[in-house]
């Protein structure tokens, strides 16, 4: 059973099309990775994914439901989209910290953050560094922590591991890989060709908006 | 100066002379400013004659339906100014209006049960109009604000969306910033009253012949009114126009 499939959609902007026609099935599980050259679509399939945005004709469905039939909020808390530039918002770490929290009513769960501190190698005290100072990789590394705050089903990854160097990449890519063991569906849209065959169970090609190959390489 | 007595119609032309002052520069500097000097000053004196007369018997109906309509009259005409300033905002006209009226009427509510004013053509007219006035430049400055965060702060905006945030929190911090932009320029007046500027009511009642403590008392008043006149507005008008930059999806709308 299709945990996410994407039926005939396209996505035009101004007249083109970014996104041209694709079907495709994603199953629970998988470990997608998405490759193509630079204005191919993978962004904007990401968004699609996380309705940011709607096709506009075609469909895509959520466990059997159409998207149109969730509350888009609802959707969004099961698929977490971790963008390309991270953005982190306020002042300090800990009001991205705070934030999933407070948009669920709930208290902070100080355990999962030290879980997450933990396996993203994030000394604990920087909970209340200025958001500012941080570099490239830390700022990329607090905005995955803030997505994975809750488990979600399924987790939108796009070029996270651009800004890092090969230690913190690593670091990454072995967490992705334990929350995807742990039944979280991946989908990672990356440039580096050796990183889109090391872990993934899949690998999608797009070109010009439509799938050019979907190799199974597990 | 006898300031509690008329001026002169010979006084006004001799002070007309003030104008071939500012021709003169013109001529002088080649600035090409004549004919719009000219016109201007013609505008001027034939716009100001006839709303004296206008004021004149507007000020002498007693009837409080017929000061009612004209509030709303104003008012909508300061909607219609405020929305056009806000390309991007749904419903602009309908927005300014109730934010608007609600904010005038709070304020004068509150001044006419405290005796400041009553409700007499003579009292209503002005001070209703320096309080829509001062809402409608808050609300342009609230749409222009919010229309250009969320031009360029959508990054910030999808973050929080993509969190699984409902639009409200996904826009706090543009609509906090929106109502701020409102309101500052008449916080920032009310530090400097007295010190950078005599505001025009003030002036307007010393050149009356009104003891300068006795004016301040109504510029005083009239901060206050004005304070509360822009909150209020620029306070609803934001929270009623974030909404219109998302769909039904709760996406945020491409902006040109």
């Not at chain 1, 800990?94 to 396996?119: A, G, H, V, W």
């Not at chain 1, 994975?148 to 651009?162: A, N």
């Not at chain 1, 670091?171 to 889109?196: C, D, K, M, Y």
């Not at chain 2, 004068?108 to 004013?117: E, P, Q, R, T, Y």
Request: with cysteine; proline share 3%.
């Amino acid at each position: 059973m299709s945990l996410l499939e994407f039926r005939n959609v396209s996505f035009e902007n101004g007249g083109n099309a970014i996104i041209d026609n694709i079907s495709l099935s994603i199953e629970s599980g998988d470990y997608i990775s998405v490759i193509g050259p630079s204005g191919s679509g993978k962004s904007t399939l990401l968004k699609l994914c996380s309705h940011l945005i709607s096709p506009t004709s075609g469909s895509i469905v959520y466990k059997e439901k159409n998207f149109i039939d969730y509350d888009p909020t609802k959707l969004r808390k099961s698929i977490a989209y971790c963008f390309q530039t991270p953005y982190l918002f306020g002042d300090t770490v800990i009001e991205n910290i705070r934030f999933p929290f407070s948009i669920r009513n709930l208290r902070i769960d100080q355990k999962r953050i030290n879980e997450l501190f933990t396996m993203f190698y994030i000394p604990a005290d920087y909970l209340n560094k200025d958001v500012k100072i941080l570099s490239g990789g830390e700022k990329q590394r607090i905005a995955l922590i803030r997505t994975l705050l809750f488990k979600p089903e399924i987790l939108l990854l796009d070029e996270v591991t651009s800004a890092l160097d090969s230690e913190n990449t690593k670091n990454v890519e072995e967490a992705i890989v334990s929350l995807n063991r742990e039944g979280t569906t991946v989908l990672w849209v990356t440039h580096n060709l050796e990183q889109s065959r090391k872990f993934a169970n899949k690998l999608l090609t797009i070109e010009g908006g439509k799938i050019k190959s979907l190799e199974v390489l597990r | 100066m006898n300031a509690s007595n008329s001026i002169s119609i010979s006084s006004l032309l001799i002070a007309s002379s003030l104008v071939l002052v500012t021709l003169f520069f013109s001529y002088w500097q080649k600035l090409k400013l004549e004919k719009e000097i000219i016109i201007s000053v013609i505008r001027a004196v034939i716009q100001l004659v006839a709303v004296g007369y206008v004021l004149e018997y507007i000020f002498g109906l007693q009837n409080p339906l017929f000061i009612t309509l004209l509030l709303i009259f104003m008012a909508f005409n300061a909607a219609y100014n405020a929305s056009k300033r806000g390309k991007g905002i749904k419903n602009g006209l309908m927005i300014s209006f109730v934010s608007i009226a609600v904010g005038t009427i709070v304020t004068l509510v509150i001044l006419i049960f405290s005796k400041a004013i009553q409700y007499e053509a003579y009292q209503i007219i002005p001070v209703g109009g320096m309080i829509i006035s001062n809402s409608m430049v808050a609300l342009g400055l609230c749409y222009k604000q919010m229309a250009s965060d969320f031009k360029n702060k959508r990054e910030e905006v999808e973050t929080k969306l993509s969190l699984g945030a409902d639009i409200l929190p996904s826009s706090i911090e543009i609509i906090r910033d929106s109502i701020k932009t409102g309101m500052l320029p008449t916080i920032d007046s009310a530090k400097t009253l007295g010190i950078v500027s005599l505001p025009g009511m003030m002036t307007g009642l010393i050149l009356a012949g009104t003891s300068p403590v006795e004016a301040i008392k109504y510029q005083i008043m009239v901060t206050f009114m004005l304070l509360s006149t822009t909150s209020i507005s620029s306070f609803i008008a934001c929270y009623f126009s974030y909404k219109g930059f998302f769909n039904s999806r709760k996406q945020l709308n491409y902006l040109k």
